[in-house]
C-alpha cells in the first residue's frame, strides 16, 4: 500500500513538472511567433525583445536563438548575432542542413566586421553542410578572392615600405659622407691657413738670427780689427820716430791735419 502512495506521488511531481515545462515551452513558442511577425513587418527592435524574453522561457531553445541572431543581424548588431549563432553551429540534435544554415548566416556576420578569414572558415563549414548551396561557394569564393587581393597589398605596402625606408638610409648616408667631406675640407684649409701663418715667423726668426749670430761673408771680427789698428799703429810710431830722428821736431801724437 506504501508503495502504490509513492508510486502515485511520484507520478503526481511528474505531471506538475511536466505541465511546466510545456507551460514554459507553450510561452517560448508564442514569444517566438510574436517575435517572427514583428520580424516580417521589419519591426525588428520589437522582434528582439521577443525573441529574448522567449529565451527566458527557454534557454536552449534553438529557434529563439536562430531567430534572435536574425533580427540581431538587422539592427547591425553584428558582434551579438555572431556570439549567438556560435552557440548553436555545433548544436548536433539538429540536421546538416539545419547547421549548413546557420554556419551560413554566421559568415555573413564575420563578413559584416571585416572578418574575412572567420567567414571563409565558417563558409567552407557551411558547404560540408551543405554541398549544394549555391550561396555559401558563392559567398566563399568572393571571400577567399579579397583575401588575396588584400595579402597582394599588404605585400605591396610592405615593398614599398622598404624600398621607402632603404632610400632613407641611402640619402642619410649620403648626407653623412658630403658633411664628412666638407668637414675634411674645412679641415684642411684651416691647416694650410696655419701653416701660411707660421711661414713668414720662421724666416723673419731665422733672418733675425743670421743677423744677430753671424757676420755676413768677407767680414773682420772684432778681435781681427783690433789687431789691425794696433799693427797700424806701430808702424805710424816706428813712422814717428824715424822723422823725429831726421828733422829734430817734436811731433806730438796723430796725424798732422
Same mark, same amino acid.
Given at each position: 500500500?506504501?508503495?502504490? /502512495?509513492?508510486?502515485? &506521488? $511520484?507520478?503526481? /511531481?511528474?505531471?506538475?513538472?511536466?505541465?511546466?515545462?510545456?507551460?514554459?515551452?507553450?510561452?517560448?513558442?508564442?514569444?517566438?511567433?510574436?517575435?517572427?511577425?514583428?520580424?516580417?513587418?521589419?519591426?525588428?527592435?520589437?522582434?528582439?525583445?521577443? !525573441?529574448?524574453?522567449?529565451?527566458?522561457?527557454?534557454? #536552449?531553445?534553438? *529557434?529563439?536563438? !536562430?531567430?534572435?541572431?536574425?533580427?540581431?543581424?538587422?539592427?547591425?548588431? !553584428?558582434?551579438?548575432?555572431?556570439?549567438?549563432?556560435?552557440? $548553436?553551429?555545433?548544436?548536433? #540534435?539538429?540536421?546538416?542542413?539545419?547547421?549548413?544554415?546557420? &554556419?551560413?548566416?554566421?559568415?555573413?556576420?564575420?563578413?559584416?566586421?571585416?572578418?574575412?578569414?572567420?567567414?571563409?572558415?565558417?563558409?567552407?563549414?557551411?558547404?560540408?553542410?551543405?554541398?549544394?548551396?549555391?550561396?555559401?561557394?558563392?559567398?566563399?569564393?568572393?571571400?577567399?578572392?579579397? $583575401?588575396?587581393?588584400?595579402?597582394?597589398?599588404?605585400?605591396?605596402?610592405? =615593398?614599398?615600405?622598404?624600398?621607402?625606408?632603404?632610400?632613407? %638610409?641611402?640619402? =642619410?648616408?649620403?648626407?653623412?659622407?658630403?658633411?664628412?667631406?666638407?668637414?675634411?675640407?674645412?679641415?684642411? *684649409?684651416?691647416? =694650410? %691657413?696655419?701653416?701660411?701663418?707660421?711661414?713668414?715667423?720662421?724666416? =723673419?726668426?731665422?733672418?733675425?738670427?743670421?743677423?744677430?749670430?753671424?757676420?755676413?761673408?768677407? &767680414?773682420?771680427?772684432?778681435?781681427?780689427?783690433?789687431?789691425?789698428?794696433?799693427?797700424?799703429?806701430?808702424?805710424?810710431?816706428?813712422?814717428?820716430?824715424?822723422?823725429?830722428?831726421? &828733422?829734430?821736431?817734436?811731433?806730438?801724437?796723430?796725424?798732422?791735419?
Amino acid at each position: 500500500m506504501r508503495a502504490i /502512495v509513492r508510486y502515485m &506521488a $511520484i507520478v503526481a /511531481v511528474l505531471l506538475i513538472v511536466g505541465g511546466e515545462v510545456s507551460a514554459q515551452q507553450m510561452k517560448e513558442r508564442g514569444l517566438v511567433r510574436k517575435g517572427n511577425r514583428q520580424f516580417k513587418r521589419e519591426q525588428f527592435e520589437k522582434s528582439v525583445d521577443s !525573441y529574448q524574453r522567449a529565451l527566458q522561457h527557454d534557454s #536552449t531553445s534553438f *529557434e529563439a536563438k !536562430y531567430d534572435l541572431a536574425s533580427a540581431l543581424y538587422r539592427t547591425e548588431r !553584428y558582434e551579438k548575432a555572431e556570439k549567438t549563432l556560435q552557440s $548553436i553551429v555545433n548544436d548536433t #540534435t539538429r540536421t546538416e542542413l539545419e547547421r549548413g544554415e546557420v &554556419a551560413y548566416n554566421l559568415g555573413n556576420t564575420q563578413f559584416a566586421q571585416q572578418k574575412y578569414k572567420e567567414a571563409l572558415s565558417s563558409y567552407r563549414h557551411a558547404m560540408r553542410c551543405n554541398p549544394n548551396d549555391e550561396d555559401a561557394k558563392f559567398n566563399y569564393a568572393f571571400t577567399k578572392r579579397l $583575401i588575396q587581393q588584400q595579402e597582394q597589398q599588404q605585400q605591396q605596402q610592405q =615593398n614599398q615600405d622598404q624600398n621607402q625606408d632603404q632610400q632613407n %638610409q641611402d640619402k =642619410n648616408q649620403q648626407e653623412q659622407n658630403q658633411n664628412q667631406d666638407k668637414n675634411q675640407d674645412q679641415n684642411k *684649409e684651416q691647416q =694650410n %691657413q696655419q701653416e701660411q701663418q707660421q711661414q713668414p715667423q720662421d724666416q =723673419n726668426g731665422k733672418e733675425e738670427q743670421q743677423g744677430q749670430g753671424q757676420q755676413p761673408e768677407g &767680414a773682420m771680427s772684432p778681435e781681427q780689427a783690433e789687431a789691425m789698428l794696433q799693427a797700424i799703429q806701430a808702424e805710424e810710431d816706428k813712422t814717428q820716430d824715424k822723422l823725429k830722428e831726421k &828733422a829734430g821736431v817734436l811731433i806730438r801724437g796723430g796725424k798732422n791735419w
